[in-house]
């Protein structure tokens, strides 16, 4: 059967969708994405919406203890609820400083803006992806030990994710200094292979000005590196050794030369996490590719994410 644009969205605006399902199909819906990738994406909700509805009885729904990125949980509850580990507790800390700050608008998320956004949803949504990027941090902390740690992001955006990993530093205060690439400019298509193409033009809306905002509790243990990867490589002052490293470019391309460029810095028990892996079938494959005949452990993440923790010979 043919599924025309207007007939999808019908569709769609009939089933339950999670905030962050309804923000990115509004986007979609005002063009301010590319169509094709949306679309994709849509098709891809839509499957998993269908598949999620109808095996599940009303019982069974009640049960929900938590949902986001296309991911339910019915049992067990989620770590961060009624845990009585001082580490789960500190994130639903930082959890909610985070939702603190959104609500009193010291901390704008670009990515999923639009008029209504319900922001503390979508954080919500995205609770267990920021729960693995807190635990890699301390993961990296714990083991990966020196006098002073380096932290680096590669794919910056507002400042979300980092802002879990920067917590966990400036909390357990250890020396340390987070090092925050990003081009603050939207995607090109040189940077892209052709099967990610879609991207191009991604991210045109991005401020570093807002970013820094944003971060700017961590303005004495932050720099940011402005520019293009892999040309920001070739100038400037860059880490030697790196305790975590975060890969979150919606580029395979790009992720090669990340791995690439830090992948030899990465200090004993260093952890690098990839929050495309799973999303992005030509990212997996680089990394896959890349880390095949890597001394080190790889584990894969429900929420798309990978994290490998790197083992020195
Ligand atoms: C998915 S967003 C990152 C999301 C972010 N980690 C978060 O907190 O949710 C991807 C980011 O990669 C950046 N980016 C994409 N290609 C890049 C390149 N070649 N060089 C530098 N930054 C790039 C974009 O500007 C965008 O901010």
Redesign the pocket.
Known sequence: MFLNKSYIIILLDNIKMSELERIFLNKWRNKKFKSKSIISKKIFYLKNYLKKLYPKSKNNMNKVSFSGWGMITTFPKPPWKNSKSKDDQNFNDFHDELCRLIKKKKFFLS?FYLPDTDYEKILEELKWRSYIIYNSALLSLNFAKRDKFNIV??????????FFALKVYKFKKVNFKGYL?????E??EE?LVDKDKNQSG??NY?KIEQTQKNLEMFENEVVFLK???PN?FQNGDHPDEISWL?I????SK?TFETMEFFYPKIVNNGIIIF?DYGMFDTTKEVVDDFLKNKKGHFISYPTGQGMFIKKVE
């Open positions: 990515q992001e590669c794919g910056v955006c507002d400042g979300l994710t980092v690439y990003d081009s603050f400019d995607m090109k940077h991604n991210y991005l520019g293009y990867i920001v975060h979150d470019l919606n580029s790009t929050d």
